[in-house]
């Protein structure tokens, strides 16, 4: 599954040929949680809530171009949350 990025501990990824909705996952220590792009929340409460703070802060900032690297299966690198 390809990284998309990483900040404060957090690994996000996306597979190329997922299931539907589109979604990230979203990696922290030992959990790992699924984010939904189209209605940016999270699937579980795996994740801690500052960790899910920060990574809906990130995926707000990134959202078209994670929805369109969903679509067209053109996986890329994005900036951290800085």
């Given at each position: ?60 900032q990134?959202?078209y ?18």
């Open positions: 599954m390809p990284e998309i990025t990483r900040f404060f501990g957090i690994i996000i990824r996306m597979f190329v040929n997922d299931h539907e909705p589109s979604h990230i996952h979203c990696i922290y220590g030992e959990k790992e949680s699924v984010f939904d792009l189209k209605n940016m929340q999270f699937n579980d409460n795996n994740l801690s809530p500052r960790a899910q703070k920060m990574i809906i802060e990130w995926a707000d990134y959202r171009q994670l929805l369109e690297m969903w679509f067209t299966k053109q996986i890329r690198k994005l900036p951290p949350l800085e």
